[in-house]
């Protein structure tokens, strides 16, 4: 069953909820893709872990965002969509894949390092070689492209040297991935500090807004976002010196799309009064079919569980051949 589209994989992990920043920077443009790339979508709770989870919190939120996954437009018919764990080949494959990455790059993660510093009473294993298990992750459906965010693209270009020291010792075993950085949209960033990017964090107080928001907080947080404190009070697409003006700008035009001179043009002589409100109420109207969608989907566990069960048996018949090319090339004893 020879597939002539390209193979496309991304996955984000259930250790928070999904916010307006997963939906704009990917999951939107991820459903827009269906019909030209064979697509892989995945809830990485084997990532999740790295972090201390709440067992209910971490089941719940995959659940959900399998749900959310779908009402944001991935249809499980065009895409296989599953949950990382129940495919076992990727824990298989992820430890074959430590053996094959270095210690000094491993170190050089800036996302090791960020997080290591944010827990520092938790500094496990798991979390310094998790770009190995992301490895395995990417490498076992031979994907074309790995759509992810601008943060993440170390691990990929780490994920691309193991592919050129495995395969050097043992010929073509992995297709090079490349890393797929969407252009538009790509970095949602916080309301209220535009120099970080929008958190899944539980606090609302970090200036980001939830896919399952209700639209008088979706309208709460675009009213007190930071603007500038310039004192021009006009709304112009100048990302270096009013990045949260530029940030709203991008949402705006991400949700109606509208280019950044028509909204310019929308916007001249009224300030950033009329603007913040403007953008909410954009995003809420936007967010309302996704929201009511998943809360209908959440109702209906028969069908969710017929998905990920679907999905996860497409995935393993695929990682299953390129778990046993591998075991074979690194000399294990076939069963
Ligand atoms: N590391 C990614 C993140 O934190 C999630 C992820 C895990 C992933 N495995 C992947 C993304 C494989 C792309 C491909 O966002």
Not at 3 to 31: C, Q
Not at 260 to 277: L, M, N, Q, S
Request: charged share 25%.
């Amino acid at each position: 069953m020879e597939n002539e589209k390209k193979v496309m994989l991304s996955g984000i992990k259930p250790s928070g909820d999904l916010t307006l920043g997963s939906y704009l920077g990917a999951i939107k443009s991820w459903a827009e893709r269906a019909d030209t790339y064979d697509c892989y979508y995945f809830m990485a709770d084997l990532h999740a872990i790295t972090v201390r989870q709440n067992p209910a919190d971490l089941r719940r939120r995959t659940l959900e965002q399998l749900a959310q996954y779908i009402a944001c437009g991935l249809d499980p018919e065009k895409n296989t969509l599953f949950i990382q764990s129940h495919v076992h080949q990727h824990a298989e494959l992820g430890w074959v894949l430590n053996c094959y990455s270095m210690f000094g790059e491993l170190s050089r993660m800036t996302q090791f390092k960020d997080k290591s510093a944010k827990n520092a009473e938790n500094i496990n294993g798991g979390l310094f070689t998790y770009p190995a298990l992301m490895a395995a992750d990417i490498l076992l459906y031979q994907p074309d492209y790995v759509p992810v965010g601008e943060d993440q693209k170390q691990h990929v270009e780490l994920c691309r040297n193991i592919v050129q020291r495995f395969n050097g010792i043992y010929g073509d075993v992995f297709k090079m991935p490349e890393p797929f950085i969407p252009k538009v949209g790509a970095r949602i960033m916080s309301l209220t500090d535009p120099a970080s990017k929008m958190s899944k964090s539980e606090n609302e107080d970090t200036g980001r807004v939830l896919l399952m928001d209700e639209p008088d907080v979706i309208m709460r947080q675009f009213k007190r976002a930071i603007t500038d404190c310039d004192t021009e009070n006009c709304v112009r697409y100048d990302p270096e010196a009013k990045p949260g003006v530029a940030n709203l700008m991008t949402i705006y035009s991400s949700v109606t799309g509208r280019s950044f001179a028509e909204i310019e043009a929308e916007f001249a002589g009224k300030g950033y009064g009329a603007f913040k409100p403007a953008v909410g109420e954009a995003v809420v109207e936007a967010l309302r079919p996704i929201r009511e969608e998943s809360r209908r989907l959440m109702k209906d566990k028969a069908y969710l569980e017929s998905v990920y069960r679907s999905g996860a048996e497409k995935a393993s018949y695929v990682a299953e051949k390129t778990l046993r090319k591998v075991y074979k090339k690194v000399g294990f004893l076939q069963r």
